[in-house]
């Protein structure tokens, strides 16, 4: 008697386990987070288990709370589109580790695979980095904490809404600003349908939600962000500081 299933799902992460195999951790719609042994994985047919890559994936199990094994078939290769793209790159390895790490294990996720199913579909794109930004601003609202953007947290007016407080995740207008301004995250305007995503707001959008993920997704553990996301935001910057001479 054993348990098994068959999905198509997105591969987060993997670590060697023995000689040839590796654990990988899979996304899929209906099975969440979930991991399992790849045989001979880091051989010839090693190179579908790479982060962002999607796959068919069937899992089998002698019972459900074991790890199992799954048997993975390719089915597009993201990493590899984005080759000529590293700052790209980083953005597809940052959203797989952020999702491996904080996503709870082997619970139904439809909404989080299909995001970011889409973000994948974006990275090669325009606007990818804009993208980037509302996908993680959707992560955190499906680990349950959704900014509210929608109006100032002070006033109730949605004119001129330019911070978000970083205790609460409200938005602050300009106006009411004033007396805490040094203390407020920035909110960058194409998170609220207002002006282009400039370099510039791209990283105030990274810098809001990165404080927000650390506070809600890794405090419970004390542990900080994904090194592959702290990449990211670094190599994004220095985007940001060659732009501006």
Known sequence: MSVEWCESAIVLASRPHGESS????????NYGA???LVQAAR???????QPGNRVIARWRARLPEHLGSYTIEAESNGSAALMDEPLRLLALQ????LVAVSAPEREPHPG???ATSALIDTLPGPAWDAAYVAWEVGLLRLLGFGLDLERCAATGVNDMLTYVSPRTGRAISESASEPWRDRLLKLPGFLIGRGTAEPAEV???LLLTGHFLERVAFAA????LPAARTRFVDSYRRLVSTSAI
């Not at 590796?22 to 719609?29: E, R, S």
């Not at 051989?43 to 288990?49: A, C, T």
């Not at 940052?94 to 580790?97: F, G, I, M, P, Y």
Request: proline share 3%; net charge neutral; glycine share 18%.
């Open 22 to 29: 590796v654990v990988a951790t899979l996304l899929t719609a």
């Open 34 to 36: 979930h991991a399992g």
């Open 43 to 49: 051989g010839r047919k090693g190179g579908g288990i």
């Open 94 to 97: 940052s959203a797989c580790s």
């Open 112 to 114: 989080l695979y299909e």
């Open 203 to 205: 990283l105030d959008g």
């Open 221 to 224: 553990t004390h542990s900080p």
